[in-house]
């Protein structure tokens, strides 16, 4: 019998913020490790800390970039042109450092060319080639394929066409791959978010500056018939990968009248809207 999810998205809610929160419900860390060391993407390396959020103790899961990689998603300055304070309260890290130089040594010349752009040809292969479960591995390409249409609509461009820019970046396939890694671990099989939460406003992308939520969001939640609420916060709380990954996880969007929580986590985000700043993910029944 599986085991029924569901994600408070009060924060908006991102691959990072996703693969926090079911880390912090217990998905293994030593598993997710072993998956994320076969994966054949270059100038990656894995942090996970306790963080503080609005003064609540929750689970961070950083995926941190060599300078090539990097693509300043975190960077308020550069997303909206203007600095948001922030709280100061991170405190008490414990870093597992996961380092793929030597792996990446071993892949860097054949995949140095997918650096900038990589389409779902590249991704799928990279998906195909790491070890993880038959069921991890649907969820991952799920989520991708999810992306890959919306930016494909987006763009007016065939699906095999599309290149992913912040998408196709290294972070977002390290945090696809480890929510899905995540998900499996926790034998988890039903998925109740009942709407996304969003801010308003334009953000920073590859193609110069977007309406919030981004044209993919949009899609997305057009496409998978998901309920929006705009919040009255400016910048963008959710993203394409978040999105993508509740279109391809969710079973349902009405929780049950009556539920027990089995096991709360909580799963920081690295923006500061001066919000919350998590995703609450809940085990019920």
Same mark, same amino acid.
């Given at each position: 019998?599986?085991?029924?999810?569901?994600?408070?998205?009060?924060?908006?809610?991102?691959?990072?913020?996703?693969?926090?929160?079911?880390?912090?419900?217990?998905?293994?860390?030593?598993?997710?490790?072993?998956?994320?060391?076969?994966?054949?993407?270059?100038?990656?390396?894995? $942090?996970?800390?306790?963080?503080?959020?609005?003064?609540?103790?929750?689970?961070?899961?950083?995926?941190?970039?060599?300078?090539?990689?990097?693509?300043?998603?975190?960077?308020?300055?550069?997303?909206?042109?203007?600095?948001?304070?922030?709280?100061?309260?991170?405190?008490?890290?414990?870093?597992?450092?996961?380092?793929?130089?030597?792996?990446?040594?071993?892949?860097?010349?054949?995949?140095?060319?997918?650096?900038?752009?990589?389409?779902? $040809?590249?991704?799928?292969?990279?998906?195909?080639?790491?070890?993880?479960?038959?069921?991890?591995?649907?969820? /991952?390409?799920?989520?991708?394929?999810?992306?890959?249409? /919306?930016?494909? $609509? /987006?763009?007016?461009?065939?699906?095999?066409?599309?290149?992913?820019?912040?998408?196709?970046?290294?972070?977002?396939?390290?945090?696809?791959?480890?929510?899905?890694?995540?998900?499996?671990?926790?034998?988890?099989?039903?998925?109740?978010?009942?709407?996304?939460?969003?801010?308003?406003?334009?953000?920073?992308?590859?193609?110069?500056?977007?309406?919030?939520?981004?044209?993919?969001?949009?899609?997305?939640?057009?496409?998978?018939?998901?309920?929006?609420?705009?919040?009255?916060?400016?910048?963008?709380?959710?993203?394409?990968?978040?999105? /993508?990954?509740?279109?391809?996880?969710?079973?349902?969007?009405?929780?049950?009248?009556?539920?027990?929580?089995?096991?709360?986590?909580?799963?920081?985000? $690295?923006?500061?809207?001066?919000?919350?700043?998590?995703?609450?993910?809940?085990?019920?029944?």
């Amino acid at each position: 019998m599986g085991k029924t999810l569901y994600l408070e998205c009060n924060s908006g809610i991102s691959g990072d913020m996703t693969v926090g929160a079911l880390i912090d419900l217990g998905a293994d860390t030593k598993v997710l490790d072993a998956v994320l060391d076969t994966v054949e993407a270059e100038g990656f390396k894995i $942090k996970y800390s306790r963080v503080k959020r609005s003064g609540l103790d929750c689970q961070d899961f950083d995926v941190i970039l060599d300078e090539e990689h990097d693509g300043h998603d975190h960077d308020m300055e550069y997303l909206y042109g203007h600095t948001h304070s922030h709280d100061g309260e991170h405190d008490h890290h414990h870093d597992h450092h996961h380092n793929h130089e030597n792996q990446e040594s071993q892949h860097h010349e054949e995949h140095h060319h997918h650096h900038v752009h990589r389409g779902m $040809k590249e991704i799928t292969e990279i998906i195909d080639n790491a070890k993880m479960t038959d069921n991890a591995r649907k969820i /991952a390409k799920r989520i991708f394929e999810i992306l890959a249409e /919306a930016e494909s $609509k /987006a763009h007016g461009l065939p699906v095999e066409e599309v290149h992913f820019h912040e998408v196709g970046a290294v972070d977002s396939i390290v945090d696809v791959i480890s929510i899905a890694v995540c998900i499996d671990n926790l034998g988890v099989d039903k998925v109740i978010v009942p709407k996304l939460y969003e801010g308003h406003g334009t953000v920073r992308c590859q193609h110069g500056i977007l309406p919030v939520p981004v044209p993919a969001v949009t899609n997305i939640v057009v496409d998978h018939k998901i309920s929006l609420e705009i919040i009255d916060v400016k910048g963008e709380l959710v993203t394409p990968t978040g999105a /993508a990954a509740v279109a391809a996880l969710r079973t349902d969007d009405k929780l049950p009248k009556e539920f027990k929580i089995e096991k709360v986590g909580m799963g920081s985000g $690295k923006r500061d809207y001066g919000l919350s700043g998590f995703v609450r993910a809940m085990i019920i029944s």
